[in-house]
RNA sequence: GUGGGUGUAGCUCAGCUGGUCAGAGCGCCAGGUUGUGGCCCUGGAGGUCGUGGGUUCAAGUCCCAUCACUCACCCCA
């Protein structure tokens, strides 16, 4: 027994207990609705994956891929990997199950753990929910302004509305290449004031300079090309008319030309929704469009565009920004006294549930003080009181706990009172 | 992986420069009310002072190590 005499859950795992958990089911419940409403079909993947999908889906060179997963090795010698991100199983099922051969564009949205091995901070955990949406064979940007008009829907529907959406575009690989080549040129002379990791990018992923916190870097790379000015003319007609659809749909959005992502497969359009409530991780939720994704997996040429948002953190954003609603009660608290009180009331409480009330017993033979006291803390409409005298005559005394009115009810009538709310 | 902060009762925290410092509030249980909640009063249960070493006559209190939590960097959801 190693270990277990401290008993806490893994670093950066957390349990979701009753209370809480009613808000996670709220989330789910509104996130469903909305995937449903724009034509989203659920798809459940494999909690773990070979490695090498992500390997290949989502870059060797990110930070994910190179020191984030949860990697072991199953008893038959096979890698395998706990999903950092759901876009990559997802395209894998798409393939396997031939969606590529069914009607287009596939639309598939998700909901479930991801794991990342990072240092735990606010808003950022080793096991982590995400709800995302990806959708598979079209290119039109009309595609692309659905995912973010989606996710803004269903953060206002939440309650939710300070964030703010960044939008780029990150060209392709037709246009990017030569866009790279010229900001490592532009960089080349200041490489070595930058900070350590920006050397590292300098080398390993250019584009991430863009986006460095530091002060001291962005002034080194303030006047730096732009990476919008820099796209070929078929992603700058695309950006133009996702720009139009946000216009259209009165989604308000700004421009962030240094917004680039950490994962390898986004083209095109990229964008994150950022909360003023959350602290250093401040990103909601975030996607873009990743046209080479499918082929890189071994499918046919086929765009895709894609959304992933953090559980936690629209959980956390919502908690800040609303006032602690106060959990509901129960319809009744079922007491009662002596040998006999106490059949009549196990009798009643069943038969009460049965009806579909939420209704609670006393199980440990305490004082009818105690019991009302209990019935108080659990906030019940009513209280269900069934004494020897009571149990004798195949009744019981309902107590409304607003009024403090109390009436006797025969057993058979106790339902009809109680479904009405009072007495 | 790097840096800062914190670890005392279920929760929030007091415990000054080492010597009744093992406490408070809330919560929980019971009683005050032989069968009746919220307010009030009384009593009770509950703590390896994160863990392991060390210094000292004496260590929540000082030192070292370690673990955990937390915030930030990094990265992202």
């Known amino acids: 027994m190693i270990g277990l005499a401290r008993l806490s859950a893994p670093r950066g795992t957390a349990d979701i207990m009753p209370q809480e958990a009613r808000r996670w ?13 724009y034509g989203y079909g659920e798809v459940r993947t494999p909690i773990f994956e070979y490695t090498e999908l992500f390997q290949r889906g989502i870059g060797e060179a990110t930070d994910v891929v190179d020191k984030e997963m949860y990697t072991f090795r199953d008893r038959a010698d096979r890698s395998l990997t706990l999903r950092p991100e759901g876009t990559a199983g997802v395209v894998r099922a798409y393939l396997e199950h031939r969606l590529d ?47 973010i008009g989606m996710l803004a829907g269903l953060l206002r529907r939440l309650g939710l509305d300070g964030f703010e959406v960044r939008l780029n575009s990150i060209g392709c ?19 070595e004031q930058l900070c350590p990791s920006c050397r590292e990018r300098y080398h390993r992923s250019p584009l991430r300079l863009l986006d460095c916190k530091r002060e001291s870097c962005q002034r080194l790379t ?41 994962l390898d497969y986004y083209t095109k359009t990229v964008f994150e929704l950022i909360s003023p409530d959350l602290g250093a991780q401040d990103a909601l939720g975030g996607g873009g469009r990743y046209d080479g994704l499918v082929e890189t997996l071994g499918g ?34 079922v007491a009662h006294h002596g040998a006999e009180g106490r059949r009549a009331a196990v009798r009643i409480a069943a038969r009460l549930r049965d009806a579909g009330l939420r209704v609670e017993i006393d199980y440990l033979n305490r004082s009818l003080r105690a019991q009302m006291k209990q019935a108080d803390r659990q906030r ?40 009405q709310g009072g007495n």
């Open 300 to 333: 046919p040429p086929t765009p895709g565009v894609g959304f992933a948002a953090g559980m936690e953190r629209i959980l956390l954003a919502l908690a800040k920004s609303r006032p602690q609603e106060t959990a509901s009660g129960i319809d009744a608290f």
């Open 173 to 191: 690989p037709r246009c990017r290449p030569a866009y790279v080549a010229r900001l490592r040129e532009a960089v080349a002379s200041v490489v």
């Open 101 to 147: 051969g069914a009607a287009q564009p596939a639309k598939l949205y998700y909901l479930g753990p991801m794991f990342r091995y990072e240092r735990p901070q606010a808003g950022r955990a080793r096991q982590f929910h995400q709800l995302g949406a990806e959708c598979i064979g079209t290119s039109d940007p009309a595609a692309d302004v659905e995912m």
């Open 25 to 37: 089911q709220e989330l789910e419940r509104v996130a469903r609705q909305v995937f449903e409403a």
């Open 222 to 262: 303030a006047g730096v090309p732009v990476l919008l000015d820099a796209l070929c003319d078929e992603c700058h007609g695309h950006f133009r008319q996702v720009r139009q659809h946000l216009d259209d749909l009165e989604i308000e959005y700004r421009l962030w030309p240094r917004l680039v992502r950490g």
């Open 380 to 419: 019940a409409r009513a209280v269900v009181i069934v004494g020897e005298d009571e149990a004798a005559r195949e009744a019981a005394r309902v107590r409304d706990m607003e009024t403090g009115r109390e009436q006797e009810v025969p057993e058979s009538n106790l339902l009809h009172v109680l479904a």
